[in-house]
T-cell receptor
């Protein structure tokens, strides 16, 4: 089952604009990660935010987390054509004995037009 | 490049057949997870292996099984293939998870399986 729901499902912007993607989840989490996927290939880790953090930055990426609303947002500033990809949020659940799984949302498909 | 390699990249099977997918983990990683990604969906957790034993499983039937070898490479086996098994299968390696979690997963490029 999908834990996260990204919003919007698809986003099209001009190069240089900012892109904001949102993620909502259902149960309590330890951490939330964002991943990027190009053209149905492997996912690449972008950024991690822990449940006791509210905001993190990495280069042109800014992630916020609101655990009271069970939501997160990913902001990509000054977008480039190379940012065109699908973006997924993933929440984790540690179930003991080292069992650890990520639960992904359905993703936001971002298109950056040159 | 994540250092995680999967083979084959594409595979076509017919319903009822069996398939084996392979994954070579990134150097230094001792944990491997497998995910299934249907078209237009996010990846779904199948199972995780550590020290050659399964130590976590998602909502997948027993006909999905796996192996992890001493060199941390891994296999995913699917028996009695069904049409709904058509998907991209992703392998991800990582370090053994801690209680606080947050381990970064390093994904391979996946195997695209089509069941006819």
């Amino acid at each position: 089952s999908q834990q996260g729901e990204e919003d919007p499902q698809a986003l099209s912007i001009q190069e240089g604009e900012n892109a904001t993607m949102n993620c909502s989840y259902k149960t309590s989490i330890n951490n939330l990660q964002w991943y990027r996927q190009n053209s149905g290939r492997g996912l690449v880790h972008l950024i991690l935010i822990r449940s006791n953090e509210r905001e993190k930055h990495s280069g042109r990426l800014r992630v916020t987390l609101d655990t009271s609303k069970k939501s997160s947002s990913l902001l990509i500033t000054a977008s480039r054509a190379a940012d065109t990809a699908s973006y997924f949020c993933a929440t984790d659940a540690y179930s003991g004995a080292g069992s650890y799984q990520l639960t992904f949302g359905k993703g936001t498909k971002l298109s950056v037009i040159p | 490049e994540t250092g995680v390699t999967q083979s084959p990249t594409h595979l076509i099977k017919t319903r009822g057949q069996q398939v084996t997918l392979r994954c070579s983990s990134q150097s230094g990683h001792n944990t491997v997870s497998w995910y299934q990604q249907a078209l237009g969906q996010g990846p779904q957790f199948i199972f995780q292996y550590y020290r050659e034993e399964e130590n976590g499983r998602g909502n997948f039937p027993p006909r999905f099984s796996g192996l992890q070898f001493p060199n941390y490479s891994s296999e995913l086996n699917v028996n009695a293939l069904e049409l709904d098994d058509s998907a991209l299968y992703l392998c991800a390696s990582s370090l053994f998870p801690t209680v606080s979690g947050g381990e970064k997963l390093f994904f391979g490029s996946g195997t695209q399986l089509s069941v006819l």
